[in-house]
């Protein structure tokens, strides 16, 4: 079945030790991105990926970067968490993300981070 | 600002009907999602709406009016497996999507 697979699924760092989270989808969508969701609270996007051109939003902190290398794959680098960065991280994909119809994400089933 | 307003949190009977309610508050407007995610786990799509009125998918109905900036969500014959937030989400005009806290959703026997 087509669908979107994030790894690490738990992932405990310590402070300031840099983590890699990943993303492979194989729904061939051209958009592709990462959020972050805290608990009880609204997902937050940190960047996405129309093809290649990547999209910043304005409040992701430096300490979040990213990687598409190719359609299928995403990477998140958190360079030196903090206890604050502690969350589920999700990756996730649309078809298109201009015409509302194809902007239905599909979801991976995320990466929870746990920073001690 | 961009905001999307929903209830907390609400308890419902196993067997019963409920009403989640979203207001929404954004520049522009190219639809609105209604997504369920249980704990632990990652939302997954349950209806979109563009124009006006009710959308049916069996025991979920999805509502929209973008006169009054109004959405709601009505699950019918509710089963245990029916706890768990649902999150509402407006595509704004800049094709964002504004996400609401969710509405976590208790159902009792």
């Known amino acids: 079945d087509a669908m979107v697979i994030q790894n690490p699924r738990y992932q405990v760092t310590q402070f300031g030790k840099p983590v890699t989270l990943s993303c492979s989808q194989t729904l061939n969508h051209n958009v592709m991105y990462w959020y972050q969701q805290k608990s009880s609270q609204a997902p937050k996007l940190l960047f996405h990926y129309y093809d290649k051109d990547f999209n910043n939003e304005a409040d992701t902190p430096d300490n979040f970067q990213s990687r598409r290398p190719n359609t299928s794959f995403c990477f998140l680098d958190i360079r030196s968490p903090g206890l604050g960065d502690a969350a589920m991280y999700l990756c996730?994909?649309?078809?298109?993300?201009?015409?509302?119809?194809?902007?239905?994400?599909?979801f991976g089933a995320g990466s929870r981070l746990t920073v001690l | 600002g961009q905001n999307i307003d929903q209830p907390t949190e609400m308890t419902a009977t196993e067997g019963a009907i409920v009403q989640i309610n979203c207001t929404y508050q954004?520049?522009?407007?190219?639809?609105l999602f209604w997504y369920q995610q249980h704990a632990g786990e990652a939302p997954t799509f349950l209806s979109y709406?563009?124009l006006d009125g009710l959308e049916e998918k069996g025991r979920f109905s999805s509502f929209l009016s973008r006169s009054k900036g109004y959405s709601y969500l009505l699950l019918k014959e509710l089963q245990m497996k029916d706890s768990a937030s649902y999150l509402c989400?407006?595509?704004?005009?800049?094709?964002?999507?504004?996400w609401g806290a969710g509405t976590k959703l208790i159902i009792k026997p």
């Open positions: 954004t520049s522009g407007f190219n639809g």
């Open positions: 709406n563009v």
């Open positions: 989400a407006v595509l704004d005009s800049n094709y964002q999507l504004i």
């Open positions: 996730a994909t649309s078809r298109d993300g201009g015409a509302a119809g194809a902007n239905v994400l599909t």
